[in-house]
């Protein structure tokens, strides 16, 4: 079945470090890919996502590049901020309305 | 922006009450899902929903969950005999049917206490 594997947490950096969580994944046909943020306290929000081989997705700054050879979907930021402490989750869906099957979450934390 | 909203927040209940969690899905949007998410573990597909029924379900939505869109806005979970083990954040999302499809947009949750 489908699989999300995702690096294991909690990382923690300092304030303008550079961020890279990976993620793979395994899954039949071609999948869209999404990488889902959870602040302390709150639900589920999508950060960003790719639907294609080569697309890069990004949003606030996060950045993350669906690369279908190595089935790979790595989460990347420059520069991170305290305020991007939370829980990140990577996860696919095959498409259509089907289920999105998620990683394990990674929990960065971010300290000034 | 338009969001999916959940209600109540939080829900503390004694084992083997019945339970009903909220969720009021994007306006618009056709497709309806529950997911779970146990404290520190991974967030859970439980099933979705679709045109008036369960489209797919997982291994966890026993006989003991069922779901419902009781009107126009609403879309309902009802765990009727609560275990220990239910007790999880429960996550209600939608997507709509054009531009976005596989895109799920999720509510806050509800965290749910079984005692």
């Known amino acids: 079945g489908d699989s999300v594997t995702q690096m294991e947490g909690p990382v923690t950096l300092s304030e303008e470090a550079f961020l890279t969580i990976n993620c793979t994944y395994t899954?039949?046909?071609?999948?869209?890919l999404f990488w889902y943020v959870q602040y302390p306290g709150e639900g589920l929000q999508l950060l960003l996502k790719?639907?294609?081989?080569?697309d890069k997705g990004s949003n606030k700054g996060f950045e993350a590049t669906y690369r279908k050879e190595t089935t790979s979907f790595h989460l990347e930021k420059g520069s991170v901020q305290v305020s991007d402490s939370a829980v990140y989750f990577c996860?696919?869906?095959?498409?259509?309305?089907?289920?999105?099957?998620f990683g394990t979450g990674t929990k960065l934390q971010v300290i000034p | 922006e338009p969001e999916v909203t959940q209600t109540p927040s939080h829900q503390v209940t004694q084992m083997g009450q019945e339970v009903i969690l909220r969720c009021v899905p994007i306006s618009n949007h056709l497709y309806f899902y529950w997911y779970r998410q146990i404290l520190g573990q991974k967030v859970e597909f439980l099933v979705s929903f679709y045109n008036n029924e369960i489209s797919e379900k997982s291994e966890i939505f026993d006989d003991q969950f069922s779901v419902e869109r009781p009107d126009g806005s609403n879309f309902t979970l009802k765990i009727r005999s609560t275990k220990l083990e239910d007790s999880a954040m429960y996550f209600c999302a939608s997507s709509d049917n054009l531009i976005t499809k596989e895109t799920q947009y999720f509510g806050p949750g509800t965290r749910l206490l079984v005692l």
């Open positions: 899954a039949t046909g071609y999948p869209s």
């Open positions: 996860a696919l869906s095959t498409g259509g309305y089907q289920k999105v099957t």
């Open positions: 790719a639907t294609k081989a080569d």
